[in-house]
T-cell receptor
């Protein structure tokens, strides 16, 4: 597609439920990133996928968070047993070739998750 | 990672140049200065980046001081659609730098009609 697509755009869930957030990166982009942004805060790195390499999961805040990237394209971020502090905007970004300085990350519109 | 400091907010008249400053006095030799912006309810948008030379693209110009301790993003003819939070970050370019794409609080630029 023309840009990074995320779905759903908004998600309200009850505390303790599991949620799945989807990201469709720009076609051909080998790198995919997940971040979250709490109200009025900057970006918090969560996880990074690059091609077939093992993902960098160092930003995941707890073992309730996991992510997959199937076929080197679509990615799903799963949050199990959601807590109220998980409420945030979850942003996905993709980039073409992170090994070069000229490559930038293009962001989706985000999924606004509200845990009630 | 080098820390950046930016003013919390700025106003600019429509059609005038918007000059957004950023201090990054602890920047390392291999770190680039990047600017992103985030319009309300949208994902961040890349604007421009540079190492030590001034840079210009279709969106903006980036002026980096000779000692690289500060920089200025210039929007030459601000429009109402440029109202956004502008983030200045420093990071090493290339592989493995995804974790460094962390934004602080940025500068809220409001373009006034």
């Amino acid at each position: 597609g023309a840009g990074v697509s995320q779905s759903p755009s908004n998600k309200v869930t009850e505390k303790g439920k599991d949620v799945e957030l989807r990201c469709d990166p720009i076609s051909g982009h080998t790198a995919l990133y997940w971040y979250r942004q709490s109200l009025g805060q900057g970006l918090e790195f969560l996880i990074y996928f690059q091609g077939n390499s093992a993902p960098d999961k160092s930003g995941l805040p707890s073992d309730r968070f996991s992510a997959e990237r199937t076929g080197g394209s679509v990615s799903t971020l799963t949050i199990q047993r959601t807590q109220q502090e998980d409420s945030a905007v979850y942003l996905c970004a993709s980039s073409l070739a992170p090994r070069t300085e000229m490559t930038e990350a293009f962001f989706g519109q985000g999924t606004r998750l509200t845990v009630v | 990672d080098a820390k950046t400091t930016q003013p919390t907010s700025m106003d600019c008249a429509e059609g005038r140049a918007a000059n957004l400053p950023c201090n990054h006095s602890t920047i390392s030799g291999n770190e680039y200065v990047y600017w992103y912006r985030q319009i309300h309810s949208q994902g961040p948008q890349y604007i421009i980046h540079g190492l030590k030379n001034n840079e210009t693209n279709e969106m903006a110009s980036l002026i980096i001081t000779e000692d690289r301790k500060s920089s200025t993003l210039i929007l030459p003819h601000a429009t109402l659609r440029d109202t956004a939070v502008y983030y200045c970050i420093v990071r090493v370019a290339g592989y493995g730098s995804a974790r460094q794409l962390t934004f602080g609080s940025g500068t809220q630029l409001t373009v006034l009609p």
